[in-house]
């Protein structure tokens, strides 16, 4: 069953940066890549260090602590030292608020 939570305004997160939502006890960053917005875990699979404060690069966001990178679209590994993928959540905008979907 889809349950949309709005967790923040579209405007309040700027171009190729990122938000910090807390929901259920899940730490998720809402990223703003070139104003197409994406739900990701806040959290690196390779040592459990949060990711919010990592560089947005293009569709990646660099872990920084180690310097693991994910795609933000998929959650996919794209460098070591992580090897196993983040989750990702579905994600709408709909009147300039941004709605996700955790279950």
Do not use: Q
């Amino acid at each position: 069953m889809v349950n949309w939570i709005t967790v923040a305004d579209a405007v309040d997160i700027p171009t190729n940066s990122c938000h910090e939502v807390d929901i259920e006890n899940i730490s998720i960053l809402i990223v703003n890549v070139n104003g197409l917005f994406y739900a990701i875990e806040n959290l690196c699979t390779h040592d459990g260090g949060t990711l919010s404060d990592g560089n947005v690069e293009g569709d990646e966001i660099i872990c920084p602590r180690h310097g693991a990178r994910f795609c933000i679209k998929t959650g996919a590994v794209t460098a070591p030292p992580a090897y196993e993928d983040i989750k990702t959540f579905p994600l709408r905008v709909e009147n300039g608020k941004i709605l996700i979907d955790i279950d």
